[in-house]
Nanobody, 122 residues
Framework: QVQLVESGGGLVQAGGSLRLSCAAS????????MGWFRQAPAKEREFVAA????????NYADSVKGRFTISRANAKNMVYLQMNSLKPEDTALYYC???????????????WGQGTQVTVSS
């Protein structure tokens, strides 16, 4: 049974930083591309960042490029999202997702976590 468990969300002031973590189990982690998505109230879920199986390739939404960094530690079955220079518009429920592909991808994810809330105050 695949499980993805996010942590690290919280309340932060604009300009601050947070680091989200996602612990994966029940899958061969090194065979999966990983991604972060977010959903704000009354909005559709949107792609934030993705990383390939080795961590050697990543992709970001334009809205977070230069501020967010995705990384992974295959030995620990973990993926991270370092978020700097946070803005109120980054407020959302952040989800970790896994896709059975070696390449980085922005969609087609098979497994999802429950999400961790990030709230950025102005």
């Amino acid at each position: 049974q695949v499980q993805l468990v996010e942590s690290g969300g919280g309340l932060v002031q604009a300009g601050g930083s947070l680091r989200l973590s996602c612990a994966a189990s029940g899958l061969t982690f090194g065979s999966y591309a990983m991604g972060w998505f977010r959903q704000a109230p009354a909005k559709e879920r949107e792609f934030v960042a993705a990383i390939n199986w080795s961590g050697g390739s990543s992709n970001y939404a334009d809205s977070v490029k230069g501020r967010f960094t995705i990384s992974r530690a295959n030995a620990k079955n973990m993926v991270y999202l370092q978020m700097n220079s946070l803005k109120p518009e980054d407020t959302a429920l952040y989800y970790c997702a896994a896709r059975g592909s070696l390449v980085v991808a922005t969609d087609g994810y098979e497994y999802w976590g429950q999400g961790t809330q990030v709230t950025v105050s102005s």
